[in-house]
């Protein structure tokens, strides 16, 4: 059974860093796409960045300049590294891992999923 580890998440100020991990029990870890979505409260699931098995990464809009996706094959782990946090990026980060390797921005193209880690961002 494939389990991702999320970690990282917490309260932080506006315009303060956070680094999120999730460790995945897969392999080989390096076939894998990876992405990071989040949930608000009352909104659905939205893309935040991903990363296909070549390192190639991908942005949503809104954290474009921001964030950072990045990953440690021999690590087996993904890093989002989130840079000037604003109170909207307050949500549930999820983790995900996509079998075919891409970086798609399309929730139902990731096969594993992570449980999900806090982050709250006050004003």
């Known amino acids: 059974q494939v389990q991702l580890v999320e970690s990282g998440g917490g309260l932080v100020q506006a315009g303060g860093s956070l680094r999120l991990s999730c460790t995945a029990s897969?392999?080989?870890?390096?076939?894998?796409?990876a992405g990071w979505f989040r949930q608000s409260p009352g909104k659905e699931r939205e893309f935040v960045a991903a990363?296909?098995?070549?390192?190639?990464?991908n942005y949503a809009g809104s954290v474009k300049g921001r964030f950072t996706i990045s990953r440690d094959n021999a690590k087996n782990t993904v890093f989002l590294q989130m840079n000037g946090l604003k109170p909207e990026d307050t949500a549930v980060y999820y983790c995900?891992?996509?079998?075919?390797?891409?970086?798609?921005?399309?929730?139902?193209?990731?096969?594993?999923w992570g449980q999900g880690t806090q982050v709250t961002v006050s004003s």
């Open positions: 995900a891992l996509d079998s075919a390797g891409s970086s798609a921005r399309l929730s139902n193209r990731y096969d594993h």
């Open positions: 897969v392999r080989p870890f390096d076939d894998y796409g």
């Open positions: 990363i296909d098995w070549s390192g190639s990464t």
